[in-house]
Structure formats: C-alpha cells, structure tokens
C-alpha cells in the first residue's frame, strides 16, 4: 500500500519594525492554495514544494497536498488572519487523516501580533494533531529564526543553502530524499539545533562572497562526517524582534550519532567568524563620488527600501541623490498605487506631477515633474532559477514615466520584490543600455540582474531594513549577542 504524504505550509517572513500588518486578504491576494491548486501551481515552478514533489515521483508514495499560504514580506501578521490561518491548515489536514508523513513547507521568521513564535506555534499545533509517531520535515528560508519550539515539533528541517535562494528546488528534493529514507529504510535520525548568540548583518548574508563563502565550506569541512544526514546554516532575520532572533545550525544526524564534542567545535568555528557579520555601510555619496570609473549598469541595491525583507518600496531616496547629482539613464520602481491611480487619468506624453515625499518622509520634499510613458497590467513571468522560486507575479496596474531628467520610474499598484529583471522588461527597456538600475533590495536581486550589471553596490538608506540593526529598539532579542553586545568567549 503507497505511504499517504501530506503537504502543508505558511510562509511569512515578518518585519515587526515595519509600520503595517499583513491581512488575510493579503495572503488571498498572494498565494492561498487549497488541494490540488498546489500541485498545478508549483510543479513547474522553481519552488520548494515542487522539488519534494519530484523527489517523491519515483517513490511508492501518494502526496495529498492540504493547504499552502505565502505572502511576501511584511509587517506582523494581524491576529486574527493567523488564527484563521492555523484553523484552516488544520480543517484542512483533518479529512484525510492518518497519514504516514507530514512535509511542511515554512519560511520560518513569521511573527504575529501576539504571538511572536508563528512558525513554532502552528508546527506545535500540527504535532499535537497527528501525533509524535508520524514524522514531520520540512524545508526553512535560512532568513529564519529558528526557536526550540520549530525543532521540537520537526524530525527534520532543511534549509536553502544558497542566498540569493537558487537552491529552493533543490532543498524540496533534498527533504524528499531524506523522507524516503525514513519510510523506506527505517532510519533513525535526531536533530538539534545550535543557537549562536549574534546576527549576521544582512549585506553579508550573500553566500557566493566571504565571508558566508569561507563560513559555508568551512563548515561543510568539519561536519562531512559519516553519521552526519544534513547540516543547515541559518543566517538569520534581523528585522523580527523575537527571542530566536539571530544565526543558528540545524544539525541532523543518526539518532546513535554523538554530537557533545562537535557542537563545541562547531561554537568555536562561527565565533571566529564574528567580526566578519557586521558589514560596511556604503552611502550613495560615496558611490556617486566615483561615478565615472564603473563598468554600466550599475545595479544599486537598495537596502533600507528592501521589499523582500518587508519594506514598502516606495522611497525615491537613491533615485533623488542621482537627479540631485545631475545624473540621468536610471530605472527605478515605485509602489504606489494613489500614484498609480492618479497617473492612469493621463495618456502618454502628458506631463504630470508626483509627490512621492507624501508616501515616504525620506523622499525629496519637491515634487517630480515627469512624462507619461506607456499604461499596463503588471504581469509578468520569470522562467529561470531565481530568488523566490515562482515563476508568475502581478504588480497590478503600472504606469511607466520619465523624469525631466531622463530617469524612468516605474510606478506599481501591488508591492512586488525585484527578484526578477522581467519587472522592469515588460515595459521594453533595453536594461543593458541603463546606466543606474535600483532595485529594493539586498541580496535577492542580485541573480535578477547579475548577466545585466557588471558592477553592484549594497547602498545603506534610511528605511524599515536599515542595515545598520543596531539603530532598532530591540524588546525581545537575547543578551549579550554579537554585534549588539561584545562577546569574548561563549563556546
């Protein structure tokens, strides 16, 4: 008789600096997925739940999937949108139980307004559900914060191992094939979970650059060890203020493995490493002042606007310092949709004006002056490997206009990450021939744009993802913790 596998998740990551909420018409309007809508969503995609289900093809296994909820990133969920949300993934479970094995897909730094632990909560609540005999795995963002609750509740949780996030489909498979081994070769396993007390800044969170690079193998050296399954590095969120909050290891191995001696070196091993987490605060001044000597595009990331770590994506701060510098060529987009809804009453070649400085402080306080472009829906489709995994996003209504300048601002309805080029292409910018191109983010876009610019820069602005984290007002973090606090010697 096939094994019956069920596949559930919610997946949010939470900015609980970020002024707003995120509702469950938010998640209505991402991605709600019921049933046999997963399956068609994902099965071409580049996403987690599409690797599991091809690693499970070959496998004497039928997948039942539940119940999948994915917004992007933003402020805490609203109490009772995750209330609803826990009781429809369980309403959901119920008519098909008992099941054999159970794959979660999580992010795992999701925050509510009252409960700051979301991810440990509804796994807790799932266990309680099916039970302690049924095995739980899962897959995790490593912008995770990990809590004793999310391992608790698990037998095994494996996180992406690249970011920008190229190995998504690639974790899935990597969950089935462990799977596979515990309902197949009844092996037995245990995880533990190593919390380090510091955070990695989050423009040293690209893991194809020191010093994630270094970290990365020097940690795949000293755990590739016969009895070690799995080993995932957690970078952590700093945007959720919760106690979890920071760097970790989830470590799998065979349940006789002995890990005392181990788990000491592997301490020693990320405290070397860090001074290394805190990062350099590049300004936009400092890369201006050199603004003939780099290679076009040049893709400027920016960090305190950063989309994919909650930010609302409507700050013109980078764009204002390139007009302010008599600078022209650049693309940006703005997510606005009063703007949008005014921009629409025009046709192209009108003049009209924009105050963005009304939707964001940190903008110039004048407005701008620009020409209308061209009006479209937002629609587009990202068929490679990129940060995120999906393959279709939806920016609403859009209006394409150009400065006095010659800067393009592309204004949006709904707030989209720039995790795909194909945002700025629907419009037919030749982006190649762009001199500036700014993108709402960190690491992410790096992948969108990296065969367009030759040159990046990771641009400290003002923003809900300041890059500087020790300018938050932490209530809940732990203490001391690197770099808020100095830490001589832990392990």
């Known amino acids: 008789m096939k094994k019956r596998v069920a596949i559930l998740g919610i997946y949010h990551e939470s900015n609980t600096f970020s002024l707003g909420t995120t509702s469950w018409s938010d998640f209505a309007e991402g991605h709600l997925f019921y049933g046999s809508q997963i399956l068609d969503r994902y099965e071409q995609a580049h996403h987690e739940i599409a690797g599991f289900m091809e690693g499970m093809a070959s496998a004497d296994v039928e997948l039942i999937p539940i119940f999948f909820a994915d917004i992007i990133p933003g402020g805490r969920i609203d109490k009772l949108t995750y209330e609803r949300l826990k009781a429809e993934l369980l309403k959901a479970l119920e008519p098909v139980l008992p099941v054999d094995a159970i794959y979660v897909a999580a992010h795992g730094a999701a925050v509510s307004e009252e409960i700051r632990d979301v991810d440990g909560d509804w796994l807790q609540a799932l266990r309680k559900k099916v039970g302690q005999e049924i095995p739980i795995l899962g897959s995790l963002d490593p912008h995770a914060n990990v809590s004793m609750a999310m391992q608790n509740a698990t037998d095994a949780l494996i996180a992406y191992a690249t970011n920008p996030h190229l190995d998504q489909r690639m974790t899935g498979k990597r969950v089935a094939d462990l799977l596979k081994k515990i309902l197949f070769d009844q092996i037995q396993i245990k995880q533990e979970l190593i919390q ?49 909050m920071g760097t970790a290891l989830i470590l799998i191995t065979e349940a006789s493995f002995d890990t005392t001696g181990l788990k000491t070196e592997i301490m020693k091993l990320f405290q070397s490493y860090f001074p290394q987490f805190i990062g350099n605060k590049t300004e936009i001044s400092e890369v201006l002042a050199k603004k003939d000597i780099y290679e076009k595009p040049v893709l400027l990331l920016d960090m305190g606007d950063n989309v994919g770590g909650g930010a609302q994506g409507n700050s013109s701060f980078l764009l204002d310092a390139i ?131 030759p040159t990046y820069f990771k641009v400290h602005t003002p923003g809900e993802c300041n890059a500087d984290a020790k300018q938050f007002k932490y209530q809940y973090r732990r203490k001391p913790m690197f770099p808020f606090e100095q830490i001589d010697n832990y392990a």
């Open 196 to 244: 380090f007390p510091a955070v990695i800044s989050i423009e040293q969170q690209e893991t194809a650059v020191n010093p994630c690079r270094t970290l990365y193998a020097d940690a795949q050296e000293l755990l590739n060890q016969d009895g070690i399954i799995s080993h995932s590095i957690i970078l952590g969120f700093p945007y959720a203020d919760v106690a979890e």
């Open 323 to 453: 007009e302010a510098a008599g600078l022209s060529n650049a693309c940006i987009c703005i997510n606005d949709a009063a703007l949008v809804a005014k921009a629409v009453n025009y046709t192209a070649g009108d003049w009209l004006s924009l105050d963005l400085n009304a939707a964001n402080p940190a903008n110039r306080k004048a407005p701008y002056e620009v020409r209308v472009q061209e009006i479209k829906q937002g629609k587009f489709t990202e068929l490679i490997p990129r940060h995120g995994g999906q393959v279709d996003y939806d920016m609403g209504q859009t209006v394409l206009v150009k400065t006095r300048s010659g800067n393009f601002i592309v204004l949006s309805s709904i707030r989209v990450p720039p995790f795909s080029a194909e945002q700025l292409r629907i419009y037919n910018i030749v982006l190649e021939e762009l001199d500036w191109i700014i993108a709402k983010g960190v690491n992410a876009p790096i992948a969108a744009y990296r065969d367009i610019c």
